[in-house]
């Protein structure tokens, strides 16, 4: 059974050896994502020698989760969780492996990175849901918001150790080391989750639903969602979130090596000051009185965003000294990161502590869907604009910035307005 743990108090909250368990795979799991972004992002561009070709990849893992995602919820809600997430991590360990294989071979090509995409955003369909659900499982509901804001927290740090990391492991052992490295970590991922205990009740659970039950199940879970008005403003800002991130995401590569003629060093100097922000963001958050957590705050944070990417096209046109140009982008990568830390624990809080036991795995994976459906949209729009125009990189983001700056204001008087009389709350 699960550890008893409803009168704790928040300190005793590292007693709960199950979350423990999950905290600690949380950990291990996004180094090794860490590793595998920097990994893709770095041989797509190596053997394209394409920014395009690197928002082509990076759509394409997103359009993946955005059609299966809603799918592949009921099913999870029905099956075993920790078989589901132990399943998942061996599939990402065969997954490396078989990169690791056709690279050491020279087999490797972007339409096999291309299928790899598409495969591990598969697996990501039913980790994700999977991973939500195990939460409420594993804690009790007064300790949602430490749980959750402490999984936020240790989460980003192993992103910034992963990131830090994965730049040198590349640099200095090779494509070929890293990967073996990858692999490992999320073996070690599965083995921490097979450590954790459910309720009789979880542990049983093997029933599949389909045929009819199935679409009832998919429909109950899409009703849930649009029947309460919140829950839609919460998705809303999901979707600008995400978008808003994309031309970062996507375009790491060109970023290093278009704007600051570096190499994969840069890109670590990017997502690791973005990451040391975004854990200070998530920690601001724990601290902020309850008032001041609202959707404004990320209107603000959105704004700040857009700044951003307005600033680092300044310092690579109109700063040329190397070392200045790293430390303004330190500075401004982690303010950034603050900003987006603020946004992510905001929604992850709201979400986890609002819906239900029972839906949690359809909504999460519908909520995944909806609010990453305009992320493959803009990851597409910048691969052709590269290609119909002469567009460089740098004039990109200035032009992305303007826009998010925009959309964000015009986002605070759509998603701050009251609910109307008979609206539902979630």
Sequence with gaps: MIREVTNMNKHELYHNHNYVYLLTSNIINRCGDSLDTILFTWLVYLLTNSAGWSAIIFGINQATSVIIQPFIGPLVENMNKKKVLVLSDIARVLLVLYILYVYTQN????????????????IEAFHMPAGVAVIQHVLPNEHYDKGVSVNVSCTKIAVLVGTGLSGIVISSFGIGISLAIDA???????????????????????????????????????????????LLKLCFLCILINSAVVPFDALLAPIAREMFSGDAKIVSLLSVSVTIGTILGSLTFAKMKEEKKNNTLVTFCGIVLGVYYVFIAFVSKYIANPITQKLLLLIGSI????????????????????????????????????????????SFVISIIYKVTVVDTSSLFVGFGIVIIILFLLANKITFSPLKKGDKSY
């Design 335 to 378: 303010i950034i990161g603050a900003a987006l830390g603020l946004m992510i624990t905001y929604v992850q809080v709201k979400f986890v502590k609002e819906v239900t036991k029972e839906y949690i795995g359809r909504v999460s994976a519908i909520r995944f869907s909806l609010t990453y459906a305009c992320a493959p949209v803009v």
């Design 184 to 230: 490992l970590i999320f073996l070690i991922s599965a083995l921490l989750i097979v450590k954790i205990e459910f309720s009789v009740q979880e542990e049983k659970k093997t029933n599949r639903i389909i045929g009819r039950e199935y679409l009832i199940s998919l429909r109950d879970g899409f009703s849930y969602v649009f029947d309460h008005k919140k």
């Design 107 to 122: 087999m490797l090509s972007p339409l096999i990175l291309v299928f790899m995409t598409i495969s591990i955003s598969l």
